[in-house]
């Protein structure tokens, strides 16, 4: 059987997709994606890539807008000759743009459509475009309100394999200091590392913290603050065993990074990015709030003084922490993958 994976962009899209496709050996499966993505560094050594050159759609109507639909039309095109060529059987996308052409290709195609949506506030393209699939898998129950018309399943978000066995750590990090991992995403954060570099060094004044800090490669700032118990690097590959040992992370809310978090109990100050569309990101860290695992602030609200303070906190309350770790770990499902591998084998 063939399969086309529609994934690109950021890790929240990528890696549920690669996480699915280790579930998917007995397939053949290709990837479809767009040039000059994360996915051309991550995609090609693994399964043969094509890319469809389409882009979002602006807020504003304009020149631009003309152009980006007409690509739009041609990538549908485009995609539908690719399954052709190809004798795909099924079609599978982790939302983003590049699930439009993917769906609408299968639909022109008579070949069954899955669409993940890691989201707990679906995206637009999940929203207009769910009834022309066979299922949505969702990574939050509560997704299901805004999909009225949508057969819906709800199996959690995929997380590579490594997540879910021990990862060492290979980093200098002595085994009884506490562990503040700092992350924004994979694109970084810069609001969050300016934050935590005006708090480091309160936190760092007990021997016993260690701080490891992935700034992103968009931070012209991020070598600014140096202290021997602070590791700062743009990225880390070995996020497995970095949150594995974490006591706590300081995080966006993405729903990839989110789903780590719970996979590996790690509670978490949760700061929501601010311009994510409709403010999905907010909606997905309330679920994680909720439920007694994180801590979550508004970055508009957010002060330096504020998430000094809270974390000096947590600092001394490790019965505190204990419950957090608890709650998180409650909501983690940790054979996402072969639930959504299971779904897709149904369905083909």
Sequence with gaps: MKLLIAA?????????ALALAEQLKDYNIEWLGVPNRLEQSLVPQCYPLHAVPIEGFQERFGLKTLKILGRFVASVFQVRKLLKELKIDAVVTTGGYIAAPAILAARLEKIPAILHESNFLPGKVTRFLSPFCHTVALGFEGAAEYLPRARTVYVNTPVRSQFRSHANLDLPIPSDAFLIVVVGGSQGAV?????????????????DVFIVHLTGDRDEEANSFQHPQ???????????????????AISRAGAGTLTELAVTSTPAILIPYPYAAEDHQNYNAEVFGAAGGAIVFRQSELTASILENEVSKLLRSPLELEKMTAATASLAVTDSAERLADLVRAIV
């Design 191 to 207: 609001a969050i590392n300016q934050l935590v570099r005006q708090c480091a060094r309160t936190w760092l004044s007990s021997e």
């Design 8 to 16: 690109s962009g950021t890790g929240g899209h990528l890696f549920p």
């Design 230 to 248: 602070y590791l700062t690097m743009p990225f880390y590959e070995n996020m497995a065993g970095l949150l594995q040992r974490a006591n706590l």
